[in-house]
């Protein structure tokens, strides 16, 4: 994708879908085996931060730790400033990466391949930005503050990342209880799967 392009009706659409709350049950990724697709899309759901990782035009690629909101249609939401790399990146090519980060130990991630587009719908930028705040406090934003967001957005310069899973690959957790442990540590070779992919062939 080269340049940003208008939001389509679809877009529209797909933008009206409501935000996920906060999930208070994080799901935690089997140490003994791969994560199925449905367990993969349930992590990605019920986490809240991750590496944004996208391309530079002259060095490696950029990564930055941010919160993300996902929609109920899957996609995931990220607030920035016009102004910063990952809107002029998104703007210029639309593939970017999203390392979603576990927050226990032995720790996992997953790191989902998107197509991201900026959305001019303020008002879910606004949506975005208050529950954002409320992952970050652990509690939610009272209503009254909404003005106070919305002129801080503006102030900012704010603008809304939407990315659109079409792929992950994730890293299982391993954990080594002590050095002299009797069972050796094993690793195994995980893959990158479709996003929408079912748990078994012939499953929609």
């Not at 367990?39 to 986490?47: A, D, L, N, P, Y």
């Not at 990466?97 to 930028?125: H, K, M, N, R």
């Not at 893959?191 to 079912?198: G, K, N, T």
């Amino acid at each position: 994708m080269s340049g940003a392009r208008a939001v389509t009706n679809q877009d529209t659409e797909r933008a009206s879908v409501r935000l996920l709350p906060l999930s208070m049950d994080p799901f935690q990724a089997p140490t003994d085996r791969d994560m199925l697709p449905s367990e993969r899309r349930q992590f990605v759901r019920t986490h809240r931060t991750c590496v944004f990782g996208y391309g530079r035009r002259l060095d490696g690629p950029a990564m930055s730790v941010v919160y993300y909101i996902p929609d109920g249609n899957d996609d995931l939401l990220v607030a920035t400033m016009a102004s910063r790399a990952k809107a002029k990146a998104v703007a210029r090519n639309g593939k970017v990466s999203l390392c979603v980060l576990d927050e226990t130990w032995p720790f996992a991630y997953l790191q989902v391949y998107c197509d991201a587009v900026i959305d001019d719908d303020g008002e879910t930028l606004v949506d975005v930005m208050m529950a954002v705040a409320e992952r970050m406090s652990g509690e939610p934003l009272a209503a009254e503050l909404r003005p106070m967001i919305k002129a801080m957005g503006e102030e900012e310069s704010r603008v809304l990342v939407r990315c659109r899973p079409y792929a992950t690959f994730v890293t299982p957790p391993r954990h080594l209880h002590s050095n002299d442990q009797e069972e050796p540590l094993t690793h195994w070779v995980s893959a990158s799967m479709p996003w929408d992919a079912p748990d078994a062939p012939g499953e929609v």
